[in-house]
């Protein structure tokens, strides 16, 4: 089990361009202390330099952040593209 029934996961996903970002940092920001903003693309982009394709990184360590943060009591905002990969 990943968090508790105290914790709360919000997935922010879509085409970029769409306003993600200002939506999950305007969530975050209303909601005030306690809650975690995990963004893909910094992740991806800032904090691995990694390009977007598939056998990356990144989907791990977005994986591994969003369930650390839950499992220990924040609520947190995942923001991405998040594409499927077939």
Known sequence: MV??????LVVIRGNSGAGKSSVARAVRARSGRG?????????RRILLREWDQP??????????TVR????????VVLEGILATTP
């Open 3 to 8: 968090g508790s029934t105290a914790t709360t």
């Open 35 to 43: 809650v975690a903003l995990v963004e893909q693309d910094y992740l």
């Open 55 to 64: 056998g990356g990184v990144a989907p791990a360590l977005i994986d591994q």
């Open 68 to 75: 650390f943060c839950l499992d220990h009591g924040y609520h």
